[in-house]
């Protein structure tokens, strides 16, 4: 058992510090204040967990399929019977309401391990007989080897689970680098897989900087293939040392979501929604929708109730069970989403909020107002820069045709969310819009066999389902050639 205070690696079951000893710090966001050390890896580490999940893959991709869903079903349970320590080191680590972490995020995490443990005895391959050739096709879909998840800091243990729950159940072993922002649970679920049996090196997770530790798993020549969430100036990035390395490569990016409400709306669900999509996990998850166009009938009342419902939210420290807001992630993050008010002045007009929160206690802590600003124009800075705040602009629309060219103007293409009660509209608008996921009536709601990915800059490739599975397996097609001459024998 380690330290809470000190973040070490998992490699071939193992907590083992780095061997530069070089640490960074863990900063709690709700306080300011230094709670601990993460290790700092480099590629000398890296090297040691590829050679640990090199002589796990030989074992591990034999084994059953059978026995590799039950060892993932027991993570999934003990994943549940740790949520409520889990739930408080999600919560320190990434300044996001306790509350949120123990009921959404946490429980999703689980949900991605039971998943894929059930979805792996589900996964079939394809045969094409070549009729007139006397051939069979087979498709294998063989495991890789050692694969690598790259994690970002809004969702950790969800998103982390998302790609190593698929990696592991088609047989590969994994490197994962979680962010160096929230390394806590990551780092719990090592000690996790080993209580559920999962073998020495098949799971390792490095910790640290992604351009030390990040980096080093890129370049390491051994690693197939890339699953990485991040940032699109990263993913750029990645995209860019990996691709010469003819590496498998999975890009989930930035977004910057239009929330497109037509006035024959359910208003009061609409709005409830709104309230979330715009300041849920203090407005950091890719999926928010930042950008809100309101049919021209009802926007002034929109304007009115949202700003309302915004001043209502509570800001406060994340521990406490009615806190509604809790901190942005990092001192560099709050900084930045404050620099983006200088720029609201310029862009248009503050309704609500524009400045940092001073929650008692936690004078030093991360905390800002959940922000509406007001803006005349989609292409200004404020509706084309992902922000990944508790920041959202409003603007009218008049038509189905002016809002279209509204939502698609924009470099990314992650998701939209759609309000209208109306089927055909709904179809014409959900077939045109550049987004991989169109919420319609909804926000976050999920089927975890759907493809999950991004349009534009927002990614390249697919996860979900048989995406994932695929992604982490090679097809191999295999022809056998028969006589198809009946013999006649005695
Ligand atoms: P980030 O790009 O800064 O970091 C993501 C991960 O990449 C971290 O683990 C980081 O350490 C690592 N990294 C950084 N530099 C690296 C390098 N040179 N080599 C290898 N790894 C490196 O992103 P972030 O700030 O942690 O996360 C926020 C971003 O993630 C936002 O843009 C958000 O929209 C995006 N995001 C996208 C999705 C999606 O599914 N599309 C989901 C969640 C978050």
Redesign the pocket.
Known sequence: MMPDSTILNFINGHYVEPKSKQWIDNICPATGKVVGKIANSNAEDVAAACLAAESAFESWSETPLEKRAHIMMKIADLIDQQMESLAVAESQDGGKPITRARNIEVPRAATNFRFFASAITQFSSEAHESVGQNAINITLRQPLGTVSC??????PLY?FTWKVAPAIATGNCVVA?????TPRTASMLGEICNEAGLPPGVLNIIQG???TA??A??EHPNIKAVS?????A?GE??ARVVAPQFKKLSL????KNPNIIFADCNYQKMLATTVQTSFANQGQI?LCGSRIFVEQPIYEKFKTDLVTRAQSLKIGPPALPDTDLGAVVSQPHFDKVLSYMDIAKQEGTILCGGEPAVVPGHENGFFIKPTVIEVSSNRCRLNQE?I?GPVVTVMPFKSETELLGLANDVGFG?SATLWTRDLDRTMRLSKKIDAGVVWVNSWLMRDLRTPFG?FKN??VGREGGLESLRFFTEPKNVCIAFENNLKNEP
């Open positions: 790259i994690s970002p800091w809004n969702l998103l680098k979680p962010s160096e922002l900087q992604g351009t990040g980096q798993i890129l990485f969430t991040g940032g699109t990263t990035h990645v989930e990016l930035g977004g890719c992902e990944f992650l991004g927002s990614g």
